[in-house]
T-cell receptor
Framework: QKEVEQDPGPLSVPEGAIVSLNCTYS??????FMWYRQYSRKGPELLMY????GNKEDGRFTAQVDKSSKYISLFIRDSQPSDSATYLC????????????FGTGTRLQVTL | DTGVSQNPRHKITKRGQNVTFRCDPI?????LYWYRQTLGQGPEFLTY????????KSRLLSDRFSAERPKGSFSTLEIQRTEQGDSAMYLC??????????FGPGTRLTVL
């Protein structure tokens, strides 16, 4: 069993929809949680960084962490075709985030 | 701030040859990381440096792999006697001590 599980998709939604992306994890030592966006043949781009359980909002993006359930989510409001990419969750045990453990990524397609 | 750069962007080699990749981090970042990503998977941690010291290596990093960061600035990743299973995207990231990791565009390696 992988430490971090993520549905690979693909997930197809119409423009304007609310998108929900999720990861579960088994390692209770994970304390820091990140979401990256990766366009095809590019490096991952940091979207959100969270530490505590609860919600964190940044523009159209909201990251949610539930440590008791070992479950994290990323919500995208008013999705746009430019949001079409692979979304990777990543986690770290320590505050300096020295080693990240990634999920497999969920491929998202936002259609017109 | 020009971001993390990696060279070459693509490398095609024959099985058994040695290859070397270079990563130039964001200038003020003292930490540098190497990851490997295969198709349909998230990045997997290989190793990381704080300044010139290599602080952690993954079990994935076989004896054929070696990484250096001689002056605490750029880093090189060498793969000796390449195998077809080494074909992947090799990603470099950098961060400050408590900061988030920012990724470069990656070097795509194809071993024939």
């Amino acid at each position: 069993q992988k430490e971090v599980e993520q549905d690979p998709g693909p997930l197809s939604v119409p423009e304007g929809a609310i998108v929900s992306l999720n990861c579960t994890y088994s390692n209770s030592a994970f304390q820091y949680f990140m979401w990256y966006r990766q366009y095809s043949r590019k490096g991952p781009e940091l979207l959100m960084y969270t530490y505590s359980s609860g919600n964190k909002e940044d523009g159209r993006f909201t990251a949610q962490v539930d440590k008791s359930s070992k479950y994290i989510s990323l919500f995208i409001r008013d999705s746009q075709p430019s949001d079409s990419a692979t979304y990777l969750c990543a986690m770290s045990e320590d505050g300096t985030a020295s080693k990240l453990t990634f999920g497999t990524g969920t491929r998202l397609q936002v259609t017109l | 701030d020009t971001g993390v750069s990696q060279n070459p962007r693509h490398k095609i080699t024959k099985r058994g040859q040695n290859v070397t990749f270079r990563c130039d981090p964001i200038s003020e970042h003292n930490r540098l990381y190497w990851y490997r990503q295969t198709l349909g998977q998230g990045p997997e941690f290989l190793t990381y440096f704080q300044n010139e010291a290599q602080l952690e290596k993954s079990r994935l990093l076989s004896d054929r792999f070696s990484a250096e960061r001689p002056k605490g600035s750029f880093s090189t990743l060498e793969i000796q006697r390449t195998e077809q299973g080494d074909s992947a995207m090799y990603l470099c990231a950098s961060s400050s001590y408590f900061g988030s990791q920012y990724f470069g565009p990656g070097t795509r390696l194809t071993v024939l």
